[in-house]
């Protein structure tokens, strides 16, 4: 999309029913047509996530890869920490735009076999405020984790602008605090780092509750006014990316809204489609 | 509604086509259904805005309140910065709530002809933070222009817990900046003065732009993250009431989030009615 939001496209993961079949039966035409769809509604990344493992993984998100770089120029965020399977993506990648590491954490061994491949692939990396104190509670042990992890990537040499920290949400129905310690974060994360990215897999936040996507929408909306400007969302939610425009031309970032307004005019964002 | 949010419920306005005949004509039954509407939908306070001036003021929102208070015991809202008409309004009110008086400002002659009335009366008060030197710009000027109104008015003997401070906003078209510096003083407000409520004139921040229900819901969620308590809304309008129930259970105000979910089960919160 236009706009400032950088939008990673989750559709293509292997826990999704559909998309599993597909992977399974080497079902090219489904694939393609679900990466240029999030293409065509403003995706600015295409996820894939093979959803399997050991050699499987390997041969599946090479298969990926393969097959959603036949149908756009985005860039591909290769969803797995595995090592050997990202060395396989980014053997078949071949668009020109740097992919996205899906994902580092600070969690030490993860960590220490990730950095090394991660700094000299020169790709984009999602950075996890994870470590082996397990399940950040506070906004303080997201912000030291992030910060820590941040500092750990730019001194090996990844530049700030290619770090999207995930602040790291659990779901709210097991704790009452958890979107105010993500907003907090964000907000920190981004005044003591202000090259990074902050993204967020946000649909872990209604986990449980019900009416989830108007939970996520509503989350998206302040997680945007706090500083988020990376989300990894299904960009064919309608809703989602109406909410998505709105916030950021509030959060000031759509000059004289005109973003806002061009995607009034092309019809999406009323949800009647 | 059950929530933490105070809902000043605004539909009952003389500026309105439909209401404004209602009040010419006497129409009781219209004006009586929309007070129970409002209060079914989760009103906290009924809003009575004649829209009319000098004497026809006076005879209307004394009509106004008497049919209101008829048929519902939530307190009224008294919409009008004339005195007279102030004082025409409470001769009539009998409900046992303290009504509001909406607003009083910085603003000098107005503030000098309103404050020992507010006083006096034991009302709450929407407190907008509009001075002599016009429409505040930034957030620092917000504040200021509150901060100093709320303790005028604490210093004449209103609690704070009575005051509403409404933080004025100006249309997000005219000025890209308006709802950062908004949000950024209804944080700074509440930090600095705890005791009082935060309320807003929403829909103002959508004028002139396309898609204003969108505009004015994703702004309501961004403000209550930042510690707005109260709105001045249309709770008939279903999703704005689904976003404020949702808001308000990311904020960590609704424990466990049960408002949210008793919501739910009562279908106030998906849009097919």
Not at 25 to 31: D, F, K, L, N
Not at 165 to 177: H, S
Request: charged share 20%; hydrophobic share 45%; net charge negative.
């Amino acid at each position: 999309m236009i706009a400032a939001m950088i939008v990673i496209g989750e559709l293509i993961n292997g826990t999704r029913k559909r998309i599993k079949r597909a992977i399974a039966e080497r079902g090219e035409a489904y694939i393609a047509s679900r990466a240029q769809k999030q293409a065509e509604a403003g995706a600015d990344f295409i996820d894939c996530n093979p959803g399997t493992i050991g050699e499987d993984e390997i041969k599946d998100i090479r298969w990926l890869v393969t097959t959603v770089q036949e149908v756009t120029d985005l860039p591909v965020s290769f969803d797995t920490p595995n090592t050997s399977a990202l060395e396989a993506a980014f053997e078949v990648y071949t668009n020109e735009a740097a992919p996205m590491i899906n994902s580092i954490t600070a969690e030490q061994e993860r960590l220490d076999g990730m950095l090394d491949f991660t700094v000299a692939s020169r790709a984009n990396v999602v950075a996890l405020a994870l470590s082996d104190a397990g399940m950040p509670a506070s906004a303080d042990d997201r912000v030291q984790t992030a910060v820590e992890l941040v500092d750990t990537l730019t001194g090996a040499g990844v530049a700030g602008g290619s770090i999207f920290v995930d602040p790291v949400i659990a779901p709210l129905g097991t704790d009452p605090k958890t979107a105010c310690a993500v907003l907090e974060a964000i907000a920190t994360i981004k005044a003591e780092r202000p090259d990074v990215h902050v993204t967020c897999g946000l649909s872990n936040i209604s986990f449980g509750l019900p009416e989830r996507g108007l939970l996520n929408r509503v989350f998206v909306a302040q997680a945007i006014a706090a500083g988020l400007d990376s989300a990894i969302v299904d960009p064919l939610d309608r809703e989602m990316m109406a909410t998505i425009y709105a916030a950021e031309a509030l959060a000031g970032r759509d000059e004289w809204c005109m973003n806002y307004i061009t995607a009034s005019r092309e019809g999406k964002l009323s949800t009647q489609n």
